[in-house]
């Protein structure tokens, strides 16, 4: 395993060169003004860990595996007052539809009203938006500082991390959907948990501690099995998880990361997909230049998976995957956050028209450990 | 020592050695002759036998009590109520539909009728006796087939409906005394004159319940039919036959789950906040891992019994998994084996016994020293006196961290101490596992002390435990006295005791291998011996409901005549 000074400098060169690479990529899509919202007076101390999560400790083998269970949120941080929103929150299609069409006693056909609605979400454009579309502001959001340059469209994390690129947050900030009072974060986390199709699980390896290891191996799997359900509704560590070596292998991907402090960072993988299926109409949202920020325990982790998200395929997941009543009730109109996500993508740049395909972003989450089991231990155990 | 000598010498000792072991069986009483319940899982497992299995009444006969370590024992003295009887006939009732249902009639009635909306006798005759033989575990003579038939014919040609007609008899037979009750026969033994011996259809269906938990098959009723199984040699064969099947390992399952009483499984609950990974299908999978395990050891590889209390192999499952803190490998249940420095080895370090002999939110030094005593080792451990103060075992005081402090006054008391010597020493070492069964090295902060003894045994962790049970001469006698009880159906008395010693000299002489304890029970005479129990002369007080039932017990009456072989 290399030193700790070794890894990084190769991190820091690494970085840079990411950060060379972002600044030709990436233009700068920043408007309006920026709102400091400071950070959260810190939270009541946390109820006492249990005593083996404030051990240094290593797992068997030195490897311990994280499945996704709890979706919490697409890197919003919310704030009590919404100081993130200053213009307060979006509307939604109903809103804009009362809004186009007011019933003002002139007649209208199906075509030029609901279809034409309807058009605007499965043909979506990037003309600008006819209704005012409000973005998430502010000095701090949730995710990683994906390019290594802190530049002015990009936030602060509340822990003092410069640099942070979360577009998708100026996005879905303001919409009811994406909030705590929104339904997205507790459905998706059911589909997470309950739909195999969504499976997902890290696996650290080469971990000589959980606290701090200078050198980690980090992989992704697609894999098979359950969640180990607890009594109250909660999921529980300790359950284990095979991996799909035959449909997932485009799933495979691994990464280097260095866990400090019980923190654990990876370089960037180069892609991860995470799929999506909400109602039986399956997505594959894809990660670019993803890595991982995960506070550890031998029980659990928790906190985001960054990158350059496809925004396409994004776009795609949430249309299918909602129905019409959780964009009309959640006030998200899909039409007009398109135009966003368009407007607001900062990577991966289209060769031929130069637009950017892809949108910084994290996904907030929850793991719980689990045993991985690969497919060579399989073969082991039918052997016996 | 000249030649001569030396084969004399020899010989003797081979004498004397016969007449210990092998054909040296000591006389006995026999057992007594029994009138047992058919149990739940018995009628279940002859239904499959008899018409497949599909044919699976969702059904719960009675509990039965638990007499002597056994429930089989408990068959031979436990009651029949009106509720039972309702039981009974409903689950009849699921039978004869379920095998006259369209889709099984096909296969399950070995002709087509004539007509399906009238009686047809030469299919009816057909069917029954294809069926009542098994059913009433012997022949049946002409006449009784005859009238069954005829009720058949009757009620075909009263519903229009041939099969139905057929499901009608068919539900009466399934709830006939004779068909739920095993009435055990006894004849003249012509090889010992002045006692008694099982007659052939006694001998087989106390075969058969011992070795597969179900009724007799076609083969076996044949050698019974045919006398073969009077012979030494016919009952040898159709034993080893029996040992040889498939369903040996349903024979094993049961008797085990019933030495075990994991019966308790079904009312066993945990405090799912205490212990949030024991989730009913824990409990259902600890059952299963536990016989899986003693089937494997025992019958596939043929091991030492004792072994079964320090293998590190097992099978586990997704559910039990988080429980033992180790990755499962499949999605169902996969073979496994613990490593040689982990903790788990033998049956006492599993979920079934450290989760079953626990309170539903904590351990249990003193539950699972008294389990250990009683199912592993025969013993009986005195019912505590009706003034016991439990607040010294939930002693508040927050010093008190562990289990063998908080029970350490068990053993300073005097009026405790008598029977708590007996349970606490080594359950006090089975604390390495929580009440779910998990294993744990510390409880409340503090390191657990896991030493112990067993009879004077010293140990210092529980798999020291598990090596001094497999070194305990009572555990294979245990298992022996159960094994002879259960195959019998009656609970072991001195009467037993001879016999019991000869059993278990054979059972270690052949390497503490079940099958052979399974074979030389069931070929000992002793199993065959049988003498009239000793009945209470009983006293019934009058019926007051005789007035009202006059016309129920009439039509009870001709049902019995005409069910009657």
């Given at each position: 395993?290399s030193?700790?000074n070794?890894?990084?400098?190769?991190?820091?060169?690494k970085?840079?060169?990411?950060?060379?690479a972002a600044v030709?990529?990436l233009?700068?899509?920043?408007d309006?003004t920026?709102?400091?919202?400071a950070p959260?007076?810190p939270?009541a101390?946390a109820?006492e860990?249990?005593?083996?999560?404030?051990?240094?400790w290593?797992?068997?083998?030195?490897?311990?595996?994280?499945v996704?269970?709890?979706e919490?949120?697409w890197?919003?941080?919310?704030?009590?007052?919404?100081q993130?929103?200053?213009?307060?929150?979006n509307?939604?299609?109903?809103?804009?539809f009362?809004?186009?069409?007011?019933k003002?006693?002139?007649?209208r056909?199906l075509?030029?009203?609901?279809?034409?609605?309807?058009?605007?979400?499965?043909?979506?454009?990037?003309?600008?938006d006819?209704f005012?579309?409000?973005?998430?502001?502010g000095?701090y959001?949730?995710?990683?500082?994906?390019?290594?340059?802190?530049?002015?469209?990009?936030?602060?994390?509340?822990d003092?991390?410069?640099?942070?690129?979360?577009?998708?947050?100026?996005v879905?900030g303001?919409?009811?959907?994406?909030r705590k009072e929104?339904?997205?974060?507790?459905?998706?986390?059911?589909?997470?948990?309950q739909?195999?199709f969504?499976?997902?699980?890290?696996?650290?390896?080469?971990?000589?501690?959980?606290?701090?290891?200078?050198?980690?191996?980090?992989?992704?799997?697609?894999t098979?099995?359950?969640?180990l359900?607890g009594?109250?509704g909660?999921?529980?560590?300790g359950?284990?998880?095979?991996?799909?070596?035959?449909w997932?292998?485009?799933?495979?991907?691994?990464?280097?990361g260095?866990?400090?402090d019980?923190?654990?960072e990876?370089?960037?993988?180069k892609?991860?997909?995470?799929p999506?299926?909400?109602?039986?109409?399956?997505?594959?949202?894809i990660?670019r230049?993803?890595?991982?920020?995960?506070?550890?325990t031998?029980?659990?982790a928790?906190g985001v998976?960054?990158?350059?998200?496809?925004?396409?395929?994004w776009?795609y997941?949430?249309?299918?995957?909602?129905a019409?009543?959780?964009?009309?009730?959640g006030?998200a109109?899909?039409?007009?956050?398109?135009?966003?996500?368009?407007?607001?993508?900062?990577?991966?740049?289209?060769?031929?028209t130069?637009?950017?395909?892809?949108?910084?972003?994290?996904?907030?989450m929850?793991l719980?450990?689990?045993?991985?089991i690969h497919q060579?231990?399989?073969?082991?155990?039918?052997?016996q | 020592?000249?030649?001569?000598?030396?084969?004399?010498?020899?010989?003797?000792v081979a004498?004397?050695?016969?007449?210990l072991?092998?054909?040296?069986?000591p006389?006995s009483?026999g057992t007594?002759?029994?009138?047992?319940l058919?149990?739940?899982?018995?009628y279940l497992?002859?239904m499959?036998?008899?018409?497949?299995?599909?044919?699976?009444?969702?059904?719960?006969f009675?509990?039965?009590?638990?007499?002597d370590?056994l429930?089989?024992?408990?068959?031979?003295?436990?009651?029949?109520?009106?509720?039972?009887?309702e039981?009974?006939?409903?689950?009849?009732?699921?039978?004869?539909?379920?095998?006259?249902?369209?889709?099984?009639?096909?296969?399950l009635?070995p002709?087509?009728?004539?007509?399906?909306?009238a009686?047809?006798?030469?299919c009816?005759?057909?069917f029954?006796?294809?069926?009542?033989?098994?059913?009433?575990?012997?022949?049946?003579?002409?006449d009784q087939i005859?009238?069954f038939?005829?009720a058949?014919?009757a009620?075909?040609?009263?519903?229009?409906?041939?099969?139905?007609g057929?499901?009608?008899?068919?539900e009466g037979?399934?709830?006939?005394?004779n068909?739920?009750?095993?009435?055990?026969?006894?004849?003249?033994?012509?090889?010992?004159?002045?006692?008694l011996?099982?007659?052939?259809?006694?001998?087989a269906?106390?075969?058969?319940?011992?070795?597969w938990?179900?009724?007799?098959?076609?083969?076996?009723?044949?050698?019974?039919q045919?006398g073969?199984?009077e012979?030494d040699?016919?009952?040898?064969?159709?034993?080893?036959?029996?040992l040889?099947?498939?369903?040996?390992?349903?024979?094993?399952?049961?008797?085990?789950?019933?030495?075990?009483?994991?019966?308790?499984f079904?009312?066993?609950?945990?405090?799912?906040?205490?212990?949030?990974?024991?989730?009913?299908?824990?409990?259902?999978?600890?059952r299963?891992?536990?016989?899986?395990?003693?089937?494997?050891?025992?019958?596939?590889h043929?091991?030492?019994?004792?072994?079964?209390?320090t293998?590190?192999?097992?099978?586990m499952?997704?559910?039990?998994?988080?429980?033992y803190?180790?990755a499962?490998?499949?999605?169902?249940?996969?073979?496994?084996?613990?490593?040689?420095?982990?903790?788990h080895?033998?049956?006492?370090?599993q979920v079934?016994?450290?989760a079953?002999?626990?309170?539903?939110g904590?351990?249990?030094a003193?539950?699972?020293?008294?389990?250990?005593?009683?199912?592993?080792?025969?013993q009986?451990?005195?019912?505590?006196?009706?003034?016991?103060?439990?607040?010294?075992?939930?002693?508040?005081?927050?010093?008190?961290?562990t289990?063998?402090?908080?029970?350490?006054?068990?053993?300073?008391?005097?009026?405790c101490?008598?029977?708590?010597?007996?349970?606490?020493p080594?359950?006090?070492?089975?604390?390495?596992?929580?009440?779910?069964?998990?294993?744990?090295?510390e409880?409340n902060?503090?390191?657990i002390?896991?030493?112990?003894?067993?009879?004077g045994?010293e140990f210092?962790?529980?798999?020291?435990?598990?090596k001094?049970?497999?070194?305990?001469?009572?555990?294979?006698w245990c298992a022996?006295?159960?094994t002879?009880a259960?195959?019998?159906?009656?609970?072991?008395?001195?009467?037993?005791?001879?016999?019991?010693e000869?059993?278990?000299?054979e059972f270690a002489?052949?390497?503490?291998?079940?099958?052979?304890?399974?074979?030389?029970?069931?070929?000992s005479?002793a199993?065959?011996?049988?003498?009239?129990?000793k009945?209470?002369?009983?006293?019934?007080?009058?019926?007051?409901k005789?007035a009202?039932?006059?016309?129920?017990?009439a039509?009870a009456?001709?049902?019995t005549?005409?069910?009657?072989?």
């Open positions: 395993m030193n700790m070794e890894r990084s400098s190769r991190f820091a060169i970085a840079s060169v990411r950060g060379l030709a990529l233009p700068l899509l920043l309006g920026v709102i400091a919202a959260p007076a939270a101390a109820p860990v249990a005593s083996s999560d404030d051990k240094d290593a797992p068997p083998g030195g490897r311990i595996g994280y996704l269970w709890d919490v949120s890197g919003l941080r919310e704030t009590p007052d919404k993130e929103c200053p213009h307060g929150f509307i939604g299609p109903r809103e804009q009362s809004e186009e069409f007011p003002d006693g002139k007649k056909t075509a030029e009203t609901q279809l034409k609605r309807e058009a605007a979400i499965w043909d979506p454009d990037t003309t600008p006819e005012p579309f409000y973005e998430a502001t000095k959001a949730i995710g990683v500082n994906l390019d290594g340059k802190d530049t002015p469209e990009d936030f602060e994390s509340d003092g991390r410069k640099g942070i690129d979360n577009q998708l947050f100026r879905v303001c919409i009811r959907n994406y929104g339904e997205l974060g507790i459905i998706t986390t059911k589909w997470r948990a739909k195999p969504n499976r997902v699980t890290f696996e650290l390896s080469g971990v000589d501690s959980l606290k701090n290891d200078p050198d980690v191996t980090v992989s992704y799997y697609r098979l099995d359950t969640l359900a009594p109250t909660n999921y529980l560590p359950g284990s998880q095979r991996i799909d070596e035959r997932g292998k485009r799933f495979i991907i691994s990464a280097k260095h866990i400090v019980g923190v654990l990876t370089e960037p993988f892609e991860i997909q995470v999506e299926d909400g109602m039986g109409d399956p997505a594959i949202n990660f230049s993803a890595q991982l920020r995960l506070k550890l031998p029980k659990s928790e998976l960054a990158g350059f998200i496809d925004v396409e395929q776009y997941a949430m249309n299918t995957s909602w019409t009543h959780h964009a009309a009730y006030q109109s899909a039409a007009s956050i398109y135009k966003a996500l368009r407007r607001l993508a900062d990577g991966y740049p289209d060769p031929e130069g637009q950017n395909t892809a949108i910084s972003g994290a996904m907030d929850r719980t450990q689990v045993y991985v060579e231990e399989d073969s082991a155990a039918a052997a | 020592m000249t030649g001569g000598a030396a084969l004399a010498v020899t010989l003797l004498t004397a050695v016969g007449a072991h092998g054909s040296g069986e006389k009483k007594p002759m029994s009138m047992r058919l149990t739940q899982d018995q497992n002859t499959a036998y008899v018409f497949g299995a599909n044919v699976q009444p969702t059904t719960r009675a509990a039965l009590p638990r007499t370590g429930l089989a024992s408990g068959a031979s003295i436990a009651g029949l109520t009106d509720a039972q009887l039981t009974y006939q409903k689950t009849a009732s699921k039978v004869a539909s379920q095998v006259m249902s369209e889709d099984s009639r096909k296969y009635v002709c087509e009728p004539a007509a399906a909306d009686a047809d006798a030469v009816a005759k057909a029954f006796e294809q069926v009542a033989p098994l059913l009433y575990r012997r022949t049946l003579s002409d005859a009238a038939v005829g058949a014919g009620a075909a040609a009263s519903l229009h409906d041939f099969y139905q057929l499901g009608v008899v068919l037979i399934l709830i006939s005394p068909v739920l009750l095993v009435a055990e026969v006894g004849e003249p033994d012509p090889e010992h004159p002045g006692q011996r099982l007659d052939r259809w006694s001998l269906t106390r075969l058969s319940l011992f070795l938990n179900a009724a007799p098959d076609a083969e076996l009723l044949n050698a019974a045919s073969a199984l012979t040699e016919g009952l040898a064969e159709q034993v080893d036959r029996m040889a099947s498939p369903r040996l390992e349903t024979g094993v399952r049961a008797l085990f789950d019933d030495m075990f009483a994991f019966e308790d079904s009312r066993l609950a945990k405090d799912n906040t205490i212990y949030p990974n024991f989730t009913g299908e824990t409990a259902v999978d600890a299963e891992q536990t016989l899986r395990t003693v089937v494997d050891h025992l019958i596939t043929r091991g030492d019994y004792r072994d079964l209390f293998t590190r192999k097992t099978f499952s997704p559910s039990l998994a988080p429980i803190k180790v499962a490998q499949g999605p169902g249940w996969t073979p496994y084996e613990f490593p040689a420095d982990d903790p080895a033998g049956l006492l370090t079934s016994f450290e079953l002999h626990s309170h539903p904590r351990s249990s003193t539950l699972r020293g008294k389990a250990l005593r009683e199912v592993m080792l025969c009986t451990v005195p019912r505590p006196p009706a003034n016991v103060d439990f607040s010294k075992v939930q002693n508040p005081d927050g010093s008190v961290k289990a063998r402090e908080r029970i350490a006054f068990h053993l300073q008391n005097a009026s101490a008598g029977c708590h010597r007996i349970m606490d080594m359950g006090l070492s089975m604390e390495a596992f929580d009440g779910s069964g998990t294993f744990r090295h409880e902060g503090v390191e002390d896991t030493s112990g003894n067993l009879d045994v210092k962790d529980i798999v020291g435990l598990g001094a049970l497999h070194d305990n001469p009572q555990v294979p022996v006295r159960r002879f259960y195959g019998t159906g009656t609970a072991a008395d001195s009467n037993d005791r001879r016999v019991l000869h059993l278990s000299a002489d052949q390497g503490y291998v079940f099958p052979d304890l399974l074979r030389d029970v069931a070929l005479r199993f065959r011996q049988v003498y009239e129990p009945l209470r002369k009983t006293y019934p007080l009058p019926d007051l005789s009202e039932r006059t016309q129920q017990r039509a009456d001709a049902l005549v005409s069910a009657n072989p």
